[in-house]
């Protein structure tokens, strides 16, 4: 053979042979635990069965598939793969890999049975190319159907729904329909069913995860120590190991984590350091020893009882006024609350205990209403005085001030009017950032009113209460702000139905913001907040709330609030509205979490000795070039001989003509 033509076939072989490496490589997966569990592979293809139409179809097939015999372990069905090409034309769509019970005589009449048990992920048509290659199925977690020792199963391709599949466009699925020698079979389906075909076998493989055959271990903690948590419905307390049967399971970590002085609010599960879920409710599929982590971070709000021991009842449901600070010049705190009674009840706070005190509320009782909502404030007509205003039963609002006892005074509660009923007001200096007055009052229909103080009257304002909505029934609010070191002011609503509810004011309206409330848990209906900042003189916000029954409960936020002044004067009292310089302590970030790498295919190494192939080629090219130069040489040197010879040159004698001729040709 000719060397040029050796060099092409050579070169030509050498390309096909990389794009085969390339096109039909063999399946190695990144997880060791990965196993082959049967296979019949393509080095026994024959034979193509084709797809050219839609499932279901009653004119062509449109699944095709091969039964097969576990291994003598239990397995987690992982992935399936075919031997698949594009026919005719550009098939379009989207194909499924199932896995079905067995049913019939294995190996000769074998068909698939009742609904799947396993579906995998898709692969669309449109990456089939019109040569024969490995497709792979993948099963996700919640597919991975755990396949018994010993049993047969079906594995089937197919199942394209919609899309472009005729006579036109179409798939074929490797076969071997001249000697096949699985011990199983080929069915298909065909117009509403599934049939056998004994002289088939397709060419297939089944991928799984071994199934440990004792109980795995699960092992949980938590970050706050002692946390609950329930699986299956049985209660549980971190640290905790035990061993649980293969399978899933319902785990649910319970919303909050208490102890002396905080309360810590769920935030995530771990699992084997890997995978991070946010819901309190998982399932998670335990086929190995397994490792929990329940994370929990601090709550807005955590339950203190320290800050509510003496508050005893009064008589019904508690409905406190925010505590102020210097009523009687005396340097003390004092809480005044309503009742659901004509009834007011005073305590002033001794640095551990609130003492119960009746000359903090002389004056203000009154028998000619019910449900009782006092809320204070300093200086509201620029007189130097306290004032208290309270709703009623009806709706209505009645004022006093304070000189040394309390005195009523109607014209404290001129312009409010009758909103409704079970009327409950909070007073707020500044609130909205307009340097007024305001009052919003929450009533038994669940909504809010809106007034500003003009320096005479109250004035109804809409936009006051702009975004609050209805909060179901007995809205009843407290204000305060830069709660939680952010410079804005919120507000917090107890309800009819125990719950709370927050809000922040975003410079034009309200927004409700469940993180407001983290942590306040209900706890019995009429809930009836009320806040201070300092009492205890950490710098931090508490939460007072009654309720129904006369009870309380005391929260403290999580937030300290550094706060100067202009000229470093001392702080302003609190019960003076104020808006100073805050510099809140920053939060502690969160644990860094990374997720698992997805994939779980890798190719094999790039195989060097088509490289080797590639030099071969070069040495041979670069032989084959260095031969035809002198063969064009010789040419030359023949072809100048005979000119030479034409033109009859008359030399002396043939020495002189060699002569001459190594002369002109001197490479000869």
Same mark, same amino acid.
């Given at each position: 053979m000719k060397p040029k033509v050796t060099i092409v076939l050579f070169t030509l072989v050498l390309f096909l042979s990389l794009f085969a490496f390339i096109e039909k490589r063999n399946v190695v997966f990144a997880d060791s635990t990965i196993v082959l569990i049967d296979s019949y592979n393509e080095g026994n293809y024959s034979s193509g069965g084709v797809t050219n139409a839609l499932h279901p179809s009653t004119t062509s097939k449109t699944v095709h598939g091969q039964s097969f015999t576990m291994l003598s372990s239990n397995y987690l069905l992982t992935n399936a793969t075919f031997y698949l090409k594009t026919a005719i034309g550009s098939p379009t769509g989207t194909m499924f890999a199932k896995l079905h019970a067995h049913a019939g005589n294995y190996g000769s009449s074998s068909t698939p049975s009742g609904e799947p048990l396993a579906t995998s992920e898709g692969i669309s048509l449109t990456t089939l190319t019109t040569s024969y290659a490995l497709y792979t199925f993948n099963f996700n977690a919640s597919q991975q159907y755990e396949m018994q020792a010993n049993q047969q199963y079906c594995i089937s391709v197919g199942y394209v729904a919609s899309g472009t599949l005729d006579i036109t466009h179409s798939y074929n699925i490797g076969e071997d329909n001249s000697s096949p020698t699985h011990s199983g079979n080929s069915f298909y389906y065909l117009n509403s069913g599934f049939s056998y075909d004994a002289s088939i076998d397709t060419i297939f493989y089944v991928y799984g995860k071994l199934v440990s055959t004792s109980n795995p271990t699960v092992d949980t903690t938590s970050n706050v120590g002692t946390a609950t948590f329930y699986v299956n419905g049985t209660q549980y307390a971190t640290p905790n190991s035990t061993t649980l049967a293969t399978g899933v399971y319902n785990f649910t970590a319970a919303q909050y984590y208490y102890n002396s002085t905080a309360t810590y609010n769920f935030s995530s599960w771990l699992i084997n350091n890997t995978n991070t879920y946010t819901t309190r409710t998982i399932l998670p599929n335990i086929t190995g020893d397994t490792t929990f982590l329940l994370n929990y971070s601090m709550a807005e709000w955590s339950n203190n009882t320290s800050i509510i021991p003496g508050l005893s009842s009064t008589s019904l449901d508690s409905l406190p006024a925010n505590p102020v600070y210097n009523l009687r010049s005396d340097d003390q705190w004092i809480l005044v609350s309503g009742s659901y009674s004509s009834t007011f009840y005073g305590w002033y706070w001794s640095g551990s205990l609130w003492i119960p005190d009746s000359t903090l509320v002389a004056g203000l009782y009154n *028998?000619?209403?019910?449900?009782?909502?006092?809320?204070?404030? +300093?200086?509201?007509?620029?007189?130097?005085?306290?004032?208290?205003?309270?709703?009623?039963?009806?709706?209505?609002?009645?004022?006093?001030?304070?000189?040394?006892?309390?005195?009523?005074?109607?014209?404290?509660?001129?312009?409010?009017?009758?909103?409704? &009923? +079970?009327?409950?007001?909070?007073?707020?200096?500044?609130?909205?950032? *307009?340097?007024?007055?305001?009052?919003?009052?929450?009533?038994?229909?669940?909504?809010?009113?809106?007034?500003?103080? *003009?320096?005479?009257?109250?004035?109804?304002?809409?936009?006051?209460?702009?975004?609050?909505?209805?909060?179901?029934?007995? &809205?009843?609010?407290?204000?305060?702000?830069?709660?939680?070191?952010?410079?804005?002011?919120?507000?917090?609503?107890?309800?009819?139905?125990?719950?709370?509810?927050?809000?922040?004011?975003?410079?034009?309206?309200?927004?409700?913001?469940?993180? $407001?409330?983290?942590?306040?848990?209900?706890?019995?209906?009429?809930?009836? %907040?009320?806040?201070?900042?300092?009492?205890?003189?950490?710098?931090?916000? $508490?939460?007072?709330?009654?309720?129904?029954?006369? *009870?309380?409960?005391?929260?403290?936020?999580?937030?300290?609030?550094?706060?100067?002044?202009?000229?470093?004067? %001392?702080?302003?009292?609190?019960?003076? %509205?104020?808006?100073?310089?805050?510099?809140?302590l920053p939060e502690t970030p969160g644990p860094s979490l990374s997720l698992p790498d997805t994939s779980i295919f890798k190719d094999q190494p790039f195989p060097w000795w088509i490289l080797f192939l590639i030099a071969i080629a070069i040495i041979l090219a670069s032989t084959y070039t260095k031969q035809s130069k002198m063969k064009q040489g010789r040419s030359n040197w023949n072809t100048t001989r005979q000119r030479n010879r034409n033109r009859k040159l008359d030399f002396p004698d043939k020495k002189k003509v060699k002569t001459q001729w190594k002369k002109e040709n001197p490479w000869d």
């Open positions: *028998d000619t209403f019910v449900w009782t909502t006092p809320s204070i404030a +300093y200086n509201l007509r620029a007189d130097g005085k306290w004032v208290l205003i309270s709703g009623d039963f009806y709706g209505l609002f009645h004022g006093w001030y304070w000189d040394g006892g309390w005195h009523v005074d109607q014209n404290i509660v001129t312009g409010l009017g009758d909103i409704g &009923s +079970y009327s409950s007001p909070s007073l707020a200096y500044n609130l909205t950032g *307009d340097a007024k007055w305001t009052l919003i009052a929450g009533k038994s229909a669940g909504t809010f009113n809106g007034f500003y103080w *003009d320096g005479s009257s109250w004035i109804s304002n809409s936009t006051l209460i702009s975004g609050l909505g209805d909060i179901g029934s007995y &809205s009843m609010p407290t204000t305060g702000f830069n709660v939680r070191g952010d410079n804005t002011a919120i507000l917090i609503s107890g309800a009819g139905d125990g719950n709370y509810y927050g809000f922040y004011w975003n410079g034009t309206t309200w927004l409700s913001d469940i993180t $407001i409330t983290d942590g306040l848990e209900t706890f019995k209906l009429f809930s009836a %907040p009320a806040m201070a900042f300092n009492i205890f003189g950490d710098n931090r916000w $508490i939460l007072i709330s009654g309720r129904e029954d006369a *009870d309380w409960k005391g929260w403290q936020n999580k937030n300290t609030i550094v706060t100067t002044t202009e000229n470093n004067e %001392p702080p302003i009292p609190q019960y003076v %509205p104020q808006n100073p310089r805050l510099t809140p």
